[in-house]
């Protein structure tokens, strides 16, 4: 349904439509992202686009005045359909949701001034361009994986084994083992097509955001700023609450058990929200936690119960938690993660270093920025490749060394997860690099884009 423009207050100057992803791990930075537009400046709206499901998902939460909903109708697989078949899912969100958007776009008012899009829904920027409308594409993972894709056709000599690769730009070296291959599952390499297939749309649009910090990855910035000629702008971290403030006071069970344990003793457990690991692997995770005899917080979805047992007393297994909240608790000492964009970014604001377990996609290369570049963690992979099983033994000797405080390379690690903490920080307060990326690009909002 178009939205009930009565509401619009008469101050508006511009209109900003903003169409995520739907997914959470999507749908929470565009939507964080329009709230900082709407908190610099009060003269903007913000018509934010999901399906009638995600609206029943998101419709109920807090938002500020000038951000209202629009939906368009359940064109794509239930949330349930996406966890059965997810290449089809993503598929249908790249074919079946234009005419719907465009029917949409013919019944706002005002006209948007700007579309914001997630650079997946590339044919936003096939819409927007036929509109004379400028589109922004909100890329949603890091900017050397978008160099990545860029440049994938370097990739195409068929390379195999242990080698690393220094020819991508803006990358140092990477393992070959750390690329979405061609050579995968089929899952993976259809995945990997429609990712490639979103660069040349987000390279057609006239601005390219990043839910990023330039200080982390400046090289891929700085080229992606000579291969472009739009403005490039990494705005931060997209994050609630870092942002805004915004920490509910909730009473969670498992907040009241970290309130209990010792200061950076528990280690933050997630293996993200869907395309899991085996479960063979699980049960080697479950039983090397268990013999790590370390403290852990393991966010599992489904049978989460079964494990409860083979976790001990010093796990506590849930099959969701907010995960925000429990990386900046100050019992946690640590991040056990599959290193999903937004998890990295999490991660790295609340200044934990991390344990990488990366599956697929992006997820390798950023477990190769914490662990290489940024060196804020360790990988628990023993061997260069990227799905074998990891057994318990070893998971329990790293997990109990990651998380010994009298370990000198854990103490350095801490340390320097700490200082990049700030490095993030710093970018969002005033001045900061993030903060005026923001605010140029608010300026081509409020005066008229090219
Ligand atoms: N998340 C959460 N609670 C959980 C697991 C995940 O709040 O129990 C959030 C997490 O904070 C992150 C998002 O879900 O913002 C997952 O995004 P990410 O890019 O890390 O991984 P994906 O699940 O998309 O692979």
Not at 92 to 109: A, G
Not at 281 to 302: P, T
């Amino acid at each position: 349904e178009p939205p009930n423009l009565n509401t619009v207050p008469p101050t508006i100057t511009s209109h900003v439509v903003a169409i995520p992803y739907p997914g959470r791990g999507h749908i929470n930075p565009m939507m964080n992202l329009t709230k900082i537009l709407v908190s610099k400046n009060p003269n903007i709206l913000i018509t934010f686009v999901v399906t009638e499901e995600w609206l029943s998902f998101i419709g109920s939460e807090p938002k500020p005045n000038n951000i209202q909903f629009a939906t368009i109708p359940n064109v794509i697989p239930s949330e349930e359909g996406r966890a059965n078949d997810f290449v089809n899912f993503l598929e249908s969100v790249m074919t079946k949701m234009e005419d719907p958007f465009e029917r949409l776009l013919d019944r706002l008012e005002p006209p948007p001034s700007v579309i914001i899009h997630d650079s997946y829904l590339a044919w936003v920027v096939r819409v927007a361009n036929k509109r004379n409308v400028p589109v922004a594409s909100f890329w949603p993972m890091s900017s050397s994986f978008f160099l990545v894709l860029k440049h994938y056709q370097l990739l195409e000599q068929n390379e195999v084994g242990d080698k690393r690769v220094d020819y991508i730009p803006g990358n140092s070296s990477i393992r070959l083992v750390d690329f979405p291959l061609k050579d995968a599952s089929f899952r993976s390499r259809r995945l990997l097509q429609l990712a490639l297939a979103t660069i040349p749309w987000a390279e057609k649009s006239q601005y390219l955001l990043f839910p990023s910090i330039y200080e982390l990855e400046p090289q891929a910035i700085d080229v992606l700023r000579q291969e472009l000629s739009i403005p490039i702008y990494t705005i931060g971290p997209t994050i609630p609450y870092l942002t805004h403030n915004q920490v509910v006071s909730t009473n969670h069970d498992y907040i009241n058990w970290l309130d209990n344990q010792p200061l950076g003793s528990v280690l933050y457990v997630s293996q993200g929200s869907f395309l899991s690991v085996s479960s063979e692997q699980i049960d080697e995770i479950a039983n090397g936690l268990r013999e790590s005899g370390v403290r852990f917080l393991w966010v599992m979805r489904g049978e989460s119960s079964n494990w409860k047992n083979i976790c001990g007393d010093k796990g506590f297994v849930l099959p969701w938690c907010d995960q925000l909240k429990v990386l900046m608790h100050s019992a946690i000492g640590g991040f056990w993660s599959h290193c999903g964009w937004n998890s990295t970014r999490e991660g790295l604001f609340c200044g934990v270093p991390f344990l990488t377990f990366p599956i697929m996609m992006d997820q390798p290369l950023n477990s190769k920025y914490i662990v290489e570049d940024w060196k804020v963690g360790w990988r628990v992979e023993k061997e260069v490749k990227v799905n074998v099983l990891i057994r318990r033994d070893e998971i329990a000797r790293l997990v109990r060394r990651f998380m010994d405080l009298d370990d000198y390379e854990v103490k350095e690690m801490r340390k320097r997860a700490r200082e990049l903490q700030q490095v993030c920080q710093s970018s969002i307060a005033s001045g900061g690099s993030s903060e005026n990326n923001m605010e140029e690009f608010l300026g081509h909002i409020l005066h008229g884009a090219k």
